[in-house]
């Protein structure tokens, strides 16, 4: 088992900044990859980031390249997703989820959810 503690979530204006962490705990691994995903009331869940444990290597969704940045602490198991230039559209319950796998284009969730944080972008 393993259990994700997410915190950083709130509200903020357009064009401003917030800082998700998700920490894992529990009979965790090092080597793979965690993520986010997100989930607003008129969308299906979606892919966000993800970045490896061992932070070598992350992934983007195209709406959020350039704006949002993964990035892990291998000795903590903790994953960070560091969101810029927030827009309304980025309003969302945002999932860090344990042990991510790409096939393809898609993504899924081998292991783990957390609890979920709220991001919301609102003047």
């Known amino acids: 088992q393993v259990q994700l503690d997410e915190s950083g979530g709130g509200l903020v204006q357009p064009g401003g900044s917030l800082r998700l962490s998700c920490a894992a705990s529990?009979?965790?691994?090092?080597?793979?990859?965690m993520g986010w995903f997100r989930q607003s009331p008129e969308k299906e869940r979606e892919f966000v980031a993800a970045?490896?444990?061992?932070?070598?290597?992350?992934w983007y969704a195209d709406s959020v390249k350039g704006r949002f940045t993964a990035s892990a602490d291998n000795a903590k198991n903790t994953v960070f997703l560091q969101m810029n230039s927030l827009q309304p559209e980025d309003t969302a319950i945002y999932y860090c989820?344990?042990?991510?796998?790409?096939?393809?284009?898609?993504?899924?969730?081998?292991?783990?959810w957390g609890q979920g944080t709220q991001v919301t972008v609102s003047p």
């Open positions: 970045a490896t444990l061992d932070g070598a290597r992350s």
């Open positions: 989820a344990y042990d991510v796998n790409r096939l393809g284009s898609q993504w899924s969730v081998r292991g783990y």
């Open positions: 529990g009979q965790t691994s090092g080597s793979l990859s």
